[in-house]
């Protein structure tokens, strides 16, 4: 399975609606999208914590309010056909997304400034009945255990970047009872791979946009790749 990276960010500006509805056009079955908070707690689907790369603005998202990042442009920047596209919400992207078609919310915002970004994102799941195809993950830990204490249900995917010693035993003591494990795949190996699904966990490797890296991880057994090519096995034959 491929996760659409961003929607499907090597198509279309990355977290944009433009974005979702080419992934869900060209067939893919989870879409992740990064989350964060503005100034006036709204949940804005962006990336990086200031509008500059993604957008024709300027400065923090969460010195904004939704308002205030409404009027810029987020598409411009990667292709003049995509100048309407806008900064989406959280609710406008659950709003499109088709009934077979998973979402993975990724959490980005600055750790220690987080507020209570949790309990908003799950009062949107809930009010949008999207639960069961909903997988919140995040790096920040501590994020991902309040959302566990809020939600013992909901499925959380556990980020890692570096490659721990004793991974296994730290997520297990950690509360966070994690539904996947989403490591970067240049750290990816087969201990880890097997590791992680003889203890129960869905392995999720990203971002893996070379055919070799496909490959490999397929190699290894993982259940699916995020990815910022939907195509990404058939544009390589
Ligand atoms: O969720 C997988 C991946 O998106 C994590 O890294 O920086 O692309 O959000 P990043
Ligand atoms: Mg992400």
């Known amino acids: 399975m491929i996760i659409g990276h961003k929607g499907t960010s090597a198509y279309a500006p990355e977290n944009t609606l433009a974005s979702i509805r080419k992934a869900v056009e060209m ?92 309990a908003r994102i799950l009062a949107i799941v809930k009010a949008h009945d999207i639960l069961d195809r909903v997988i919140i993950s995040s790096f920040d830990h501590v994020s991902l255990l309040k959302f566990r204490t809020l939600d013992q249900d909901i499925k959380i995917g556990l980020l890692i970047y570096a490659y721990w010693i004793n991974p296994w035993e730290m997520i297990e003591l950690s509360g966070i009872k994690p539904y996947s494990i989403h490591p970067a795949i240049e ?47 058939e544009r390589n034959q």
Request: contains cysteine; proline residues 3%; charged residues 30%.
């Open 27 to 118: 067939g893919v079955k989870c879409i992740e999208i990064d989350v964060q908070l503005t100034k006036d707690k709204e949940i804005v689907v962006i990336h990086d914590y200031t509008l500059n790369r993604t957008t024709n603005g300027k400065g923090w998202i969460k010195e904004k309010t939704l308002k205030e990042i409404k009027v810029y442009d987020a598409g411009s920047w990667f292709g003049k056909t995509f100048e309407d596209e806008k900064v989406p919400t959280l609710a406008e992207v659950v709003k499109i997304l088709p009934k077979d078609v998973w979402l993975n919310i990724e959490i980005k915002s600055i750790a220690r400034e987080r507020g209570d970004i949790e």
């Open 187 to 233: 750290y990816l190996d087969e201990a880890f791979v097997v590791e992680g699904k003889k203890r129960g966990y869905k392995v999720f490797p990203y971002t893996v946009n070379s055919i070799d890296e496909y490959h490999y991880a397929m190699q290894l057994g993982v259940d699916g790749v995020f990815s910022d090519y939907p195509d990404l096995a």
